[in-house]
């Protein structure tokens, strides 16, 4: 087997060589390198001292080097007759060739940082405790690795060519108006113009029904073509699936829960459920226990591996291990930031379902604010928008709301926030758009205009 080094001495002479002989030729190539380019130390600061005369705009030749390397005093292999050497050696080599011995140094450095990656891993996995977090640590090394070869910055010409042709694109998409993902709630739609990437929070008390709302918009996502996977941390995948099955269905949950009950017709309508799933790219994350280094390896997995993955669900929030120093609501807060700068990093939705704190039951008026939300940490900082589930009834047995839920949108990034009415079906494990004629009762106070984020 060949082994390739991780360094080429002869190209980095080369390439310093002809740089003093000639760096006007070679102004492309100078404008390119980094001292990050050369293995050898006497290298470095040859290249260092090139790119302070060229940034200086001041003669580059073997003597202007040498004057500067004697005034900062460097290192052994940089006096004048080691120069002497490196212009005598590279005389005749063309710019072209230049270029070309650019390129094996690009190769060498890029081999040198996946080594030191290597090495890195090595040491996470003999020092760090938890598999999940080795895991972790390790994609982020690669990660960083990749973000280190596209590093290069962009000029604002270049983007304002992208942004004008999404735009456009978007004003010729045939069908809907959104610029994001459907929720397949029309109302929602329209206030939020489609989901757009970023970490979104779905919260309230029990039973108001996060978690439906939260796989329904999973379902409808993917009647669109569009992956979502999903992390239940309080049920199992067998679960969810009957939750699905009953929603696509119109079928009672509970005879899905207890099948004696079933009649014909709802076999009828799971043969055309399960023909809906069978085409639906949704994926569920296996272990009903995880820390965010669990999670976030098993998105970066999924995700890679899963054409139009858009949608991540997590259910829920504060049943996630949580680690790291400090009280609780600091570690959440940092839960939370990590899952922002994911969804930011692979450009996917991720709803984040959340318990709501006792408080909200103390009040009189019991629909939530910002404030509820159980050991918010940073929460409310991370959040491209938070929603909160609320079902009058829940509350109130002769409430003039039954049947209804309530949306809330109390903050949102992108958009103007408020309030979303939905019917509320949840012995289908379903929401849905209300009838046309729906109109809310005149006392009806719950709807607020959401404060930007």
Request: glycine share 8%; hydrophobic share 40%; with cysteine.
């Amino acid at each position: 087997m060949t082994i390739i080094s991780n360094q080429s001495i002869e190209a980095e002479q080369s390439v310093l060589g002809a740089l003093m002989i000639d760096a006007e030729s070679n102004r492309t190539v100078i404008e390119q390198l980094t001292d990050e380019h050369f293995a050898s130390d006497s290298h470095r600061a040859i290249i260092n001292a090139i790119l302070y005369l060229y940034e200086k705009r001041q003669s580059i030749d073997m003597l202007t080097v040498d004057d500067y390397l004697v005034n900062i005093g460097a290192p052994p292999g940089c006096d004048i007759g080691q120069l002497s050497n490196l212009c005598e050696e590279t005389q005749g080599i063309t710019s072209g060739k230049v270029w070309g011995y650019y390129q094996i140094l690009i190769d060498r450095m890029q081999r040198r940082r996946v080594l030191a990656a290597a090495q890195s891993m090595v040491v996470n996995t003999q020092n760090i405790i938890e598999i999940d977090e080795v895991i972790e640590a390790s994609q982020s090394v690669l990660t960083s690795l990749f973000s280190e070869q596209g590093s290069e910055t962009e000029e604002i010409r270049t983007v304002a060519g992208r942004v004008i042709e999404t735009i456009d694109e978007q004003y010729h998409r045939a069908g809907d108006d959104l610029v994001g993902i459907t929720s397949g709630f029309a109302e929602m739609d329209k206030m939020t113009m489609g989901f757009q990437p970023g970490l979104h929070i779905i919260a309230g008390r029990p039973k108001m029904g996060k978690t439906t709302i939260g796989m329904n918009l999973c379902e409808n996502a993917a009647l669109h073509g569009i992956a979502s996977g999903i992390f239940s941390l309080e049920m199992p995948p067998e679960m969810l699936t009957k939750k699905c099955l009953a929603s696509l269905g119109g079928i009672s949950y509970d005879r899905l829960r207890n099948p004696k009950l079933m009649q014909d017709e709802d076999f009828v309508k799971i043969a055309h459920a399960a023909t809906l799933i069978d085409k639906m790219p949704i994926h569920f994350f296996g272990g009903m226990q995880a820390g965010i280094a669990k999670v976030k390896s098993g998105i970066r997995a999924w995700h890679r591996k899963t054409s139009n993955a858009k949608i991540v669900m997590i259910d829920y929030l504060q049943l996630m291990e949580h680690r790291g120093n400090g009280n609780l609501t600091d570690m959440i807060g940092e839960t939370t930031r990590q899952l922002k700068l994911l969804a930011e990093e692979l450009g996917v939705v991720i709803f984040l379902l959340s318990q709501l704190s006792r408080d909200v039951d103390k009040r009189p008026d019991k629909r939530p604010v910002a404030s509820d939300l159980r050991s918010s940490g940073n929460i409310e900082q991370d959040a491209d928008s938070i929603w909160f589930v609320y079902r009058d009834e829940v509350y109130n047995d002769d409430s003039e709301y039954k049947g209804i839920c309530e949306l809330i949108c109390r903050a949102a990034r992108h958009f103007e926030g408020g309030t979303v009415m939905l019917a509320s079906q949840l012995h289908y494990q379903r929401f849905q758009n209300l009838q046309s004629d729906w109109t809310a009762p005149q006392q009806h106070k719950s709807y607020t205009k959401g404060a930007g984020l």
